[in-house]
């Protein structure tokens, strides 16, 4: 039976739900950008594929921006908190989800932590989880690091 995880923005007015059995990892990110976007200390991001997130109720507002590698991309919110649910590229076939939006985070697990030499100085990374000083080149030890903990 799949699991499904439910979500929603801050107000209510946008709820989705996740098809859990298809995340494929759970990164900290502690970019700038992931700073920005949170206004926090550090971005969580629940990489799934695009039809394994699905919409229940409302609708989004999107901003597209380029990254600094110079892609398009997606930032989904919801019109009236404001509340960050996913990011997208302009034709990616995996969508990052704010996995703070989720309904119940209790059982989450970061498999890794990404852009570690843009962390905050009081951060600890955990030393059972993968980290990276700036961007993996591959996703696979994530995927493979998420499943094992899973
Ligand atoms: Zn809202
Ligand atoms: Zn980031």
């Known amino acids: 039976m799949a699991r499904t995880w439910p979500g929603g923005c801050q107000c209510?007015?946008?709820?989705?739900?996740?098809?859990?059995?298809?995340?494929?990892?759970?990164?900290?990110?502690?970019c700038r950008?992931?700073?920005k976007q949170s206004g926090?200390?550090?971005g969580m991001s629940l990489i799934v594929p695009r039809e394994a997130l699905v919409l229940e109720r409302g609708s989004l507002s999107v901003w597209e921006h380029r990254s600094a590698r110079?892609?398009?991309?997606?930032?989904?919110?919801?019109?009236?908190?404001?509340?960050?649910?996913?990011?997208?590229?302009?034709?990616?076939?995996l969508v990052s989800v704010k996995a703070g939006?989720?309904?119940?985070?209790?059982a989450l697990r970061p498999a890794g932590h990404l852009?570690?030499?843009?962390?905050?100085a009081w951060v600890q990374i955990p030393a059972s989880a993968l980290h990276y000083e700036g961007e993996p080149e591959?996703?696979?030890?994530?995927?493979e690091a998420y499943h094992r903990e899973a």
């Open 40 to 42: 926090s200390a550090f």
């Open 115 to 120: 852009w570690t030499r843009r962390a905050q």
């Open 70 to 93: 110079g892609s398009l991309k997606r930032a989904h919110f919801c019109p009236r908190c404001g509340g960050r649910l996913y990011d997208g590229g302009e034709a990616s076939v």
């Open 101 to 106: 939006t989720l309904d119940d985070t209790a």
């Open 12 to 30: 209510g007015q946008v709820r989705y739900r996740i098809d859990a059995d298809r995340v494929k990892t759970l990164c900290c990110c502690h």
């Open 33 to 35: 950008d992931c700073q």
């Open 138 to 143: 591959r996703d696979d030890d994530l995927n």
